[in-house]
């Protein structure tokens, strides 16, 4: 039987290898699967364990609202209707200092609540409105930094198909945890207003204003009930319903793309193309999903088998350090993770060693659970390859550096760690709102 350390080095040491050399996350998870079971549970029997749970792992109900909120959120793009929204937003926003950098935050969170798709925000905001933003003078932080910390609002505020992914995993109650990001979303969304109107205090001609055609308020409510209002619907569909206890994530994802259907078809923006481009795009991410939930799951037992969970769980707890210090521990691995990997792997690895200690620190499994999808938020953006950093620079005009692009980020990152340091010292302002319900 091998030593917990070796175990451990072996098995998480061999995967971060393996992911080194290029190789597909999901592909680098079975890999060390296989080679795991055999040396470790047992040869065939070992193998046989590993395919019994291809099925265990995919036939989890609780999994179901992932596919449901990724065509919810790929329709309402591919239809126009994000374009709609945000198009209705730029009208009734006015003139203001840094207009368009309020633009692009107010749009991404609504976005955020109904599509739950962090890159598709950032891709789509970044082609639409970055052109602009160069155009009328805006410099790169104006304009990069809040298409970057909008588009991360979208994995914690409901519907988030990460947050799914997460409860599912860690055995959290999906409901209460979406409904748990919807206190702290506005919040951090809120600290990002104050963020552009800090740097426009600071350097006026980061955001130059320039004239704008003004609208009667006449115009403006009629914009407002024809483009924006009917969206509260989809927002009605998913989140309401849970808060009012009427469906189950599972249902309420259902119902939100019963909602977007119904109002593409309302606004003539349903088209076969869009429909066909949905269902591709939803197979293709839901199939990648459910293969790395498989693989993980297998991993998870390899740890716990071979003694490593418990070993690490008693190494960590061993030197007395209080909740709060073993917290700052914990963000300090996710961050440093979240520099060379993506959000869902980084999720896949650290779970089943992390919740067993949040259960040995007394952590509230919702807060807790909030946390670590605040952490995997930061990890899109943080260097060197943050996910949306890589995203942005793609949409962004030719010749922006990624330099540039993580420079815009750092002082959304800084907002969300006053976020997470915010719901340590108050956590009910994450626990109150499923607690209430």
């Not at 602009?132 to 505020?157: C, D, F, Q, W």
Request: charged share 10%.
């Amino acid at each position: 039987m091998l030593d917990w350390t070796t175990a451990m080095f072996l098995l998480v040491g061999g995967l971060l290898a393996v992911m080194g050399i290029g190789l597909p996350v999901a592909f680098a998870f079975f890999l060390i699967n296989l080679i795991g079971v055999y040396f470790i549970m047992g040869g065939d029997r070992g193998i046989d364990q590993m395919i019994s749970n291809v099925t265990v792992a995919v036939s989890n109900y609780s999994l179901a609202p992932i596919p449901l909120f990724l065509m919810m959120g790929t329709l309402f793009f591919y239809s126009g209707l994000a374009r709609r929204v945000l198009d209705a937003i730029d009208v009734l926003i006015g003139r203001l200092p840094a207009r368009l950098s309020y633009l692009t935050l107010v749009s991404g969170t609504v976005f955020a609540a109904l599509s739950g798709s962090s890159t598709a925000n950032t891709g789509m905001l970044g082609s639409l409105m970055v052109p602009e933003m160069s155009r009328r003078g805006y410099k790169r932080h104006m304009s990069l930094g809040p298409i970057l910390g909008s588009g991360g609002l979208a994995v914690i505020i409901p519907p988030s198909g990460l947050a799914v992914l997460l409860g599912s995993l860690a055995r959290i109650d999906i409901g209460a945890l979406l409904i748990a990001g919807l206190v702290p979303g506005i919040i951090l969304a809120t600290l990002y207003g104050l963020l552009i109107w800090g740097q426009t205090k600071i350097d006026p001609m980061a955001a130059p204003t320039y004239e704008v055609e003004t609208m009667p308020l006449s115009g403006r409510l009629w914009i407002l009930t024809r483009d924006v209002l009917p969206m509260t619907l989809i927002v009605a569909a998913v989140v309401g319903t849970i808060l009012i206890g009427f469906a189950t994530p599972t249902e309420s994802g259902a119902m939100g793309v019963i909602a977007v259907l119904v109002l593409a078809l309302c606004f003539r923006a349903l088209s076969w193309k869009a429909i066909a481009t949905t269902l591709t795009e939803t197979a293709r991410v839901s199939g990648m999903i459910f293969l790395l939930i498989t693989a993980s799951s297998t991993f998870a037992q390899l740890l716990a088998f071979s003694g490593a969970s418990s070993g690490l769980v008693g190494w960590a707890t061993g030197f007395e350090m209080g909740p709060v210090e073993m917290l700052v521990m914990i963000s300090v691995v996710m961050i440093l993770l979240g520099m060379f990997m993506d959000p869902v792997s980084i999720m896949l690895i650290t779970l089943p060693v992390l919740i067993p200690i949040s259960q040995t620190m007394g952590y509230d499994p919702v807060w807790f659970g909030l946390i670590i999808l605040l952490l995997l938020e930061v990890s899109f953006t943080t260097p060197p390859f943050g996910l949306l950093l890589f995203v942005m620079q793609g949409v962004a005009p030719p010749g922006t550096r990624l330099g540039e692009v993580a420079m815009a980020a750092l002082p959304y990152i800084a907002c969300a760690f006053l976020l997470i340091a915010l719901l340590v010292i108050f956590p009910g302002l994450a626990t109150w709102l499923p607690n209430y319900i």
